[in-house]
């Protein structure tokens, strides 16, 4: 049985917080705390879902690539 696990992303603008806010976190059942620091710019989130959804562009060579990517 596969359970699908729910995420919520917390932005803090105060790092120095972040030691007590995962302590605490963690004292949930349950809850695994991961820290992300970098977050990817909207337009890679974007190409990476087009991708997972196979909206990809398929060329035969570099060539037909390029000439592709001129249009």
Known sequence: MNKTMTQIILQVDDSTILPALEQTLKLLKGVK?????????????????????????????SNDMFISLRK
Do not use: L, W, Y
């Not at 990476?48 to 060579?61: D, F, L, N, W």
């Open 33 to 61: 705390v991961t820290s992300i620091t970098d977050m990817p710019a909207a337009k890679t989130v974007s190409a990476i879902k087009q991708a997972k959804e196979g909206k990809v562009t398929r060329c035969k060579s």
